[in-house]
Antibody, heavy 120, light 113 residues
Framework: EVQLVESGGGLVQPGGSLRLSCAAS????????MHWVRQAPGKGLVWVSR????????SYADSVKGRFTISRDNAKNTLYLQMNSLRAEDTAVYYC?????????????WGQGTLVTVSS | DVVMTQSPLSLPVTLGQPASISCRSS???????????LNWFQQRPGQSPRRLIY???NRDSGVPDRFSGSGSGTDFTLKISRVEAEDVGVYYC??????????FGQGTKLEIK
């Protein structure tokens, strides 16, 4: 069974840092691209970042570029999102989702999400 | 970036009646391989998004056949033939043709009248 389990969320002050993790199981993690998508309270889904299968290529939304870093450890079947210089507007539930570009596996599995709250 | 525009943003529907959600993209979603990578997601209250439809019209496993997707190029539609109580939630279209980054529609909130 495919499972994606996010962790690492919590309350952090503006300007602070947090690292999110997404533990994958039930599939060959190293064969899939991975994405982070966030959802502010009461708002829609917003793409944040993606990484290709071997970690050699990444992409970011303009709103997080230079502050967030996506990475992965294929030996540990884990995806990460390092979030620095956090702002109030980064408050959201963060989801990881798997992807295989241009296939039937685009966003076919998502985690349950982890809540990040940026507040003093 | 590709912009995805959904309508309506709010959709009150009577139980047993049909519902339809439109999604338009700012660029064609036809890829050079001839496929169109347009996906539909359902997000029930308090839950993670769940994919319903991929490549315009293919239902995911376990998705009731009252859900159907159609469209081409830049115009797409999700239809529910007879709305049930469990269909309450927010529906999102997402383009995957320009695959280096996902782009979602704003979401359509379906509620029961």
């Amino acid at each position: 069974e495919v499972q994606l389990v996010e962790s690492g969320g919590g309350l952090v002050q503006p300007g602070g840092s947090l690292r999110l993790s997404c533990a994958a199981s039930g599939f060959t993690f190293s064969s899939y691209w991975m994405h982070w998508v966030r959802q502010a309270p009461g708002k829609g889904l917003v793409w944040v970042s993606r990484i290709n299968s071997d970690g050699s290529s990444t992409s970011y939304a303009d709103s997080v570029k230079g502050r967030f870093t996506i990475s992965r450890d294929n030996a540990k079947n884990t995806l990460y999102l390092q979030m620095n210089s956090l702002r109030a507007e980064d408050t959201a539930v963060y989801y990881c989702a798997r992807d295989r570009p241009l296939s039937e596996h685009q966003g076919d599995y998502w985690g349950q999400g982890t809540l990040v709250t940026v507040s003093s | 970036d590709v912009v995805m525009t959904q309508s309506p943003l709010s959709l009150p529907v009577t139980l047993g009646q049909p519902a339809s959600i439109s999604c338009r993209s700012s660029q064609s979603l036809v890829y050079s391989d001839g496929n169109t990578y347009l996906n539909w997601f359902q997000q029930r209250p308090g839950q993670s998004p769940r994919r319903l439809i991929y490549k315009v019209s293919n239902r995911d496993s376990g998705v009731p056949d009252r859900f159907s997707g159609s469209g081409s190029g830049t115009d797409f539609t999700l239809k529910i033939s007879r709305v049930e109580a469990e269909d309450v939630g927010v529906y999102y279209c997402m383009q995957g043709t320009h695959y280096r980054r996902y782009t979602f529609g704003q979401g359509t909130k379906l509620e029961i009248k």
